[in-house]
Structures are given as C-alpha cells and as structure tokens.
C-alpha cells in the first residue's frame, strides 16, 4: 500500500476492557503488515470497567495510540463526532474510520475498505450484505431488525447502498468535511445512517467492500429499544426535512 496516505482508526469504547485489549494490538500489526501510515483514535466514555485506563496505558507504549477520557455515557454519535474532529485536527490524516470495538469488525478487511475509500473519493463501506459479506453469530431477531432498518434505509431515505447500518467504514477527509458531520441531529445508532445520508446528498460515492460479521464473544450489545425508536424518527427526519 506504497499510496496510502495517513489513516485515523476511531473506536468508541464503553466497557470493552476485554476486547480492547485484543483489538489494539491486532490493529498495529495490520497498520504494520499492510505498511499503513495509521494511528488509533479510542473515544472512551468513562468506562466503568477500566476500559480507558487500559488503552491509556497501551498508548504510553504506542506511538500511534491515542485515547480521548469522556466524562459519561454520551452516545454513539456523539462520540464520532469529538473523534472526527481530532482526527481531522491533524493535518496529516487524510483517511478516517470508524470501527466497533466488540470485535465484530476484523482489521483484516481495513486495508480493502481503506482502498475503497481511495477509489470512490468518498466512502468505502464494510457490507455485510453485498455478495461475499455474511453474520456469524446473530439470533433470528437481530437478522430482522437488521434487514428491517437497511430496507428503510433504501426506501424512505434512497440510500443506494446495501448495508446502510455498518458501522465498519472509511471516509475521505473531503467527504467529511464537505457533509457537516458537526451537525448530525443524532447522538445514537441512527447516526451511521444520517452520515451516510449526508455523503448521498452531497454526491459522494460510497464504495461497499463484502466483510464478514461477528457477533461479539465478550460484553453485552449495546443497542436499545430507545435506539431503535431513535432510528426510526431520525429517517423521517432525514425524509422531510435534510
């Protein structure tokens, strides 16, 4: 990846001590093996298991390791945003990612969807619903409302993508800067999809790389009944207002 300019890997935390652990160190070695200029980013929100005081410690021996202590559980949303903003603050990165830090996301599939950013000037898209993407480990309840929220997605909002809900994706600094992420009405879930929206409505190209999905090992999801209401008056929003 002689090409590839600087990368931010942004991972929201609240109470993954666990996985953080694994996760870190796996994404060094693939910024390594695939000799990718990148740096981590870790948004944790005062993580009552001690998440933060681990990655804290893990970044005083990593160069390339940062992590921002937020006072409380802010949200999803919110969280990328204070990330993309200091990611954006260094004037090096060009490539910026979001990534869940349950393990569901495997850094094996970061240098494709970073290329595909690349390609598409926009987006790349880790689709687990595009030929080659699958779900290892979701009951049939979690598949419905998955694939309930991806056909509002394409129906109300236009979306012309697969996997609107992914959260494993890469934007180009211009994309991110062009779509006003700083305003997203959003601090839940349905802000992946409100940032997609956004990229759509500004005629960026959103390139969609098959991945494979892993229910998390370790720890509890975090989705809510609230974060599913969320979602659901976000994409009217979105319809009749944006």
């Known amino acids: 990846m002689d090409c590839m300019p600087r990368v931010c890997v942004t991972v929201p935390t609240y109470n993954e001590r666990e ?3 694994k996760l870190i160190p796996t994404l060094l070695q693939v910024f390594k093996d695939s000799r990718i200029d990148g740096w981590v980013l870790v948004v944790d929100d005062s993580s009552p298991d001690g998440t933060g005081d ?3 410690a893990l970044s005083r021996e990593h160069h390339n390791l940062k992590v921002i202590h937020r006072k409380g559980k802010l949200g999803l949303g919110s969280a990328y945003k204070d990330a993309f903003r200091e990611a954006l603050m260094d004037d090096e990165t ?30 790349g898209l880790g689709s687990r619903y595009i030929k ?6 979701w009951p049939t309840r979690r598949k ?50 409100e ?22 090992q370790l720890g509890k999801s975090k989705l809510s009944s609230g974060d599913i209401f969320d979602f659901l008056k976000t994409i009217l929003r979105l319809r009749f207002s944006l």
């Open 132 to 137: 080659g993407g699958r779900i290892v480990g």
């Open 144 to 193: 419905i409302v998955s694939w309930g929220a991806n056909f509002l997605t394409r129906t109300i909002l236009g979306l012309p993508v697969k996997d609107g809900t992914s959260g494993y994706r890469a934007f180009t600094r211009e994309a991110l800067t062009r779509i006003g992420y700083a305003d997203a009405g959003t601090k839940a879930y349905a802000f992946q999809v």
């Open 19 to 21: 996985n953080i652990s």
């Open 94 to 123: 060009d490539l910026v990612v979001e990534m869940d830090a349950d393990l569901s996301h495997d850094p094996a599939y970061l240098p494709a969807i970073l290329l595909a950013a690349q390609h598409s000037g926009g987006v």
């Open 54 to 56: 681990i990655v804290e």
């Open 195 to 216: 940032i997609l929206y956004r990229c759509a409505q500004q005629n960026l190209s959103i390139e969609e790389v098959p991945i494979t999905f892993y229910e998390r």
